[in-house]
């Protein structure tokens, strides 16, 4: 019997998120959806599992992704499902599947939800993870692809993570762009085989731009030196690449123009960008994204630009500067004793519920200063007092927890004061 079986634990790679941090990590999630709102962009919701030809065509084979972290099982249909591993193939897969794109373009959507990839597990990298994103499709202006970067970089920087942009072209597949320039990569890399580490030997015919993604030091040392995409972008990729920056130039969004980077799935072309924080050691990208005009043929579906991102809330929530827990959403703790005060309690903190406050209080039959203790540690503003004295007059204490200022009040004045 392995450990996992014998103590129960989570599978490896993954955590329960439990109060107070979740607190925070539902913060995350939530005012992402908000801000995307605020653009434009509408909640979608696919299924947790795919068809695994989904990701195969969608994402590559040859990615890493695919090739070796995909939670793949048969059903008992004897149907390949995959566990999503990420959400962009499976958001281009549902706008095809219900003619969303036969609308007003761009169809404009956003997804929050979790992810899974069978990696190495450390600080950041987990097999269930949590994404936020965008994706934008039906329009290929650079002036999309700006909008939803700096959607990104502005999100992040509300929730707290200051980030660095960096930014490249990877061009279109076909021959005059990306194409002619596979060939000058295979051949510089084949004249350094004997440099390269060995697991990244195979990937030089099969998917050479992938070379560029690996962390071994041998291969990173070659990659130093090989040419790059940027000095070989067709004059179509060129102009689209000038456009974007000039328009980052008039946000004043920021950007490290970084020519190496590729990103690890295979459906980009063009823009690709990576949001980089800093105090998460080597998974210090919190997010990333970029253009795949092609993936939507590649799914078996019309030609259809897009463009978007995805931001993990993991890393978001380690790398919050605050990292605070955000406060609960208890605006009252109301502090009874006795048969009497649990009744009056009860009745208080329901008609401050019932006017969308938040309010709890004790049920344990803890003393008066168990359950102030209990107030202090909820986070809520105010204590509501109800001692023998107060429920006779039909009154309540009210005690501002941030000042200790206290003032009475009459029961059903309690909701307006605290509103306030
Ligand atoms: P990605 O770069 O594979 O892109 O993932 C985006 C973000 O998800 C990463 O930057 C990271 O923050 C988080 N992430 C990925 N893997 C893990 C993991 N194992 N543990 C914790 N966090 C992780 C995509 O997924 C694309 N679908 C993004 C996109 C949207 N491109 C266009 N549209």
Known sequence: MSEEERSFRAPRGTYDLLPPASLGWQHIMRLAMDVFA????????????????????????????VGKQMY?????????????????????????????????????????????????????????????????????????????????????????????LLLNSIGHVDPTCRGA?????????????????EDDRERVDKNPLRTFDSKERATVAVMKDAPVITDHLCSD?????????????DLDVDFTLEPRLVRGLDYYTRTAFEFIAGGLGSQNAVGGGGRYDGLAESLGGDPLP?????????????????????????????VAVGDDGVRAGLKLATALRRAGLGADLDLAGRS??????????????????????????GRVT?????????????????????QG
């Open 181 to 197: 320039y596979l060939e000058e990569l295979k051949s510089y890399l084949r004249s350094r085989t004997d440099d390269l580490a």
């Open 368 to 393: 008066m200063k168990g359950q102030m203790k209990q107030a202090s540690a909820s986070g809520a503003r105010w204590a509501a007092i109800l001692g023998e004295r107060e429920i006779a007059g």
């Open 237 to 249: 990729c060129d102009a689209h690449f000038t456009e974007v920056r000039s328009l980052l130039d």
């Open 398 to 418: 009210l005690k501002d927890l941030s000042t200790a200022e206290q003032l009475e009040v009459p029961l059903d004045r309690v909701v307006e004061v605290v």
């Open 306 to 334: 897009g463009i978007g991102f995805a931001l993990g809330v993991d890393r978001i929530a380690i790398a919050r500067e605050e990292n605070a827990e955000t406060d609960g959403k208890v605006d009252v703790y109301v």
């Open 72 to 164: 793949t099982f048969t059903d008992r249909g004897e149907r390949s499902l995959t566990l999503r591993p990420e959400g962009t193939a499976p958001v281009v897969r549902a706008v095809l599947e219900h003619n969303l794109h036969k609308a007003a373009l761009p169809v404009k959507l956003a997804y929050a939800g979790p992810m899974f990839r069978q990696e190495r597990p450390q600080k950041g990298r987990y097999r269930q993870f949590w994404q936020v994103g965008v994706e934008a499709l039906g329009v290929d202006a650079a002036a999309l692809d700006v909008e939803v970067i700096e959607l990104g970089k502005r999100f992040l920087s509300d929730a707290g993570v200051e980030t660095e």
């Open 38 to 65: 605020l653009s434009g962009y509408r909640a979608v919701e696919t299924p947790i599992f795919e068809h695994t030809e989904v990701f195969e065509r969608g994402v590559g084979e040859a990615s890493e992704v």
